[in-house]
């Protein structure tokens, strides 16, 4: 059963890994791991206590847009994409001036950082019939529980937004 992540602005999250690496567009981009450190638990929207500590979570970050967008010309995109990422680096307390786009520095891995963490709803579909491909369907029908009949619904943590560097409270211990 998945449940609703709660949603809270002052987790404190462990970036674990960054790779920097051109995405399937062919576009420069940082993927972060992180992992949840603080708070150990929360209480769900239930009333239960749900162990959120330890959690994996990975944020996208691109320094270079070679395609562009429906809106903006790959210039445009990628100013855009730099202010992101400077504004992420501002979160980190890591340099801004003097950045080589080429090869964009890190600096991530291992700091402890405040986040909001938000649901990403993932509604679950079967797989899409013959008539559904010939008909350049993609997807499949909503699956639904047979004793509801209520959408079959997964929920995954997403991080929403850092806010800035963190320490653990001294009582957590790693």
């Excluded at 769900?44 to 996208?60: F, K, Q, R």
């Amino acid at each position: 059963m998945s449940i609703p992540w709660v949603k809270k602005s002052d987790y404190i999250i462990r970036c674990t890994e960054e790779i920097l690496a051109p995405n399937s567009n062919g576009n420069l981009m940082f993927t972060l791991k992180f992992e949840v450190q603080y708070p150990n638990t929360v209480e769900d929207s239930a009333g239960e206590e749900m162990v959120v500590a330890g959690t994996p979570l990975t944020y996208w970050c691109v320094v270079q847009s070679l395609t562009g967008s429906k809106n903006q010309s790959p210039e445009e995109a990628t100013e855009a994409c730099k202010g992101r990422y400077r504004k992420l680096r501002e979160a980190f307390d890591l340099p801004n001036k003097d950045i080589d786009w080429d090869n964009p520095p890190g600096g991530f891995k291992g700091k402890l950082v405040y986040a909001q963490l938000d649901n990403e709803e993932n509604v679950q579909r079967g797989a899409p019939s013959k008539a559904d491909l010939i008909a350049g369907k993609k997807e499949g029908p909503v699956l639904v529980n047979p004793k509801t009949k209520k959408p079959l619904i997964k929920y995954y943590p997403k991080i929403a937004e850092i806010f800035g560097t963190a320490e653990l409270p001294s009582s957590n211990t790693l």
